[in-house]
T-cell receptor, first 114, second 114 residues
Framework: ETGVTQSPTHLIKTRGQQVTLRCSSQ?????VSWYQQALGQGPQFIFQ???????GRGNFPPRFSGLQFPNYSSELNVNALELDDSALYLC?????????????FGPGTRLTVL | GESVGLHLPTLSVQEGDNSIINCAYS??????FIWYKQESGKGPQFIID?????DKRQGQRVTVLLNKTVKHLSLQIAATQPGDSAVYFC?????????????FGTGTQLKVEL
């Protein structure tokens, strides 16, 4: 167990809807990264939050947005859901500002878009 | 449970044999490389990492080799056990002003036969 928790575990939405996924980071970690993992593929970097600010973004459209709160927990919001958004969404927490920044992953939220 | 290995390369080994999982990476500027293990329904779990200025690193039953000339990474698992069955991903980490970004490979499904 990494100490990183995510909610909900599973979610079913329809096209065009909006979804919010949540992540609680490991104690002492101030950085949260979000990844999308499609079936049969490796995780793809969405963005990273460090001390409540976006600190790097992957190749995802603006309808993917996020927040980080003062307690370093984080939300991933996806608007106007598309079928291709169906995936496992992973968050990973780490200690920012250090050279290595080893990332610890949560169990993920499985999103299905119908 | 979730299966992330439906379209992944598969390596089948007998219990007790050694396993070698290979990975090609793309960014010669990556600072370090990590191997993750992902079991069905779970997030990636850190196995071992290696800095870009090293060629080899050993852990408990695992060894990672890095060949920067051909941008190749391998994970060797000694005396493979049934509990080693999972999908294995290599990931490159690039430390930038935008934080730590992990770029994952496609993954390899390891199946341990009794």
């Amino acid at each position: 167990e990494t100490g990183v928790t995510q909610s909900p575990t599973h979610l079913i939405k329809t096209r065009g809807q909006q979804v919010t996924l949540r992540c609680s980071s490991q104690s002492g970690h101030n950085t949260v990264s979000w990844y999308q993992q499609a079936l049969g593929q490796g995780p793809q970097f969405i963005f990273q939050y460090y001390r409540e600010e976006e600190n790097g973004r992957g190749n995802f459209p603006p309808r993917f947005s996020g927040l980080q709160f003062p307690n370093y927990s984080s939300e991933l919001n996806v608007n106007a859901l598309e079928l291709d958004d169906s995936a496992l969404y992973l968050c990973a927490s780490s200690v920012g500002g250090q050279g290595k920044g080893e990332q610890f992953f949560g169990p993920g939220t499985r999103l299905t878009v119908l | 449970g979730e299966s992330v290995g439906l379209h992944l390369p598969t390596l089948s080994v007998q219990e007790g044999d050694n396993s070698i999982i290979n990975c090609a990476y793309s960014n010669s500027a990556s600072d370090y490389f990590i191997w993750y293990k992902q079991e069905s329904g779970k997030g990636p779990q850190f196995i071992i990492d290696i800095r870009s200025n090293m060629d080899k690193r050993q852990g408990q039953r695992v060894t990672v080799l890095l060949n920067k000339t051909v941008k190749h990474l391998s994970l060797q698992i000694a005396a493979t056990q049934p509990g080693d069955s999972a999908v294995y991903f290599c990931a490159e980490n690039l430390l930038t002003g935008g934080g730590n970004k992990l770029t994952f490979g496609t993954g390899t499904q390891l199946k341990v036969e009794l």
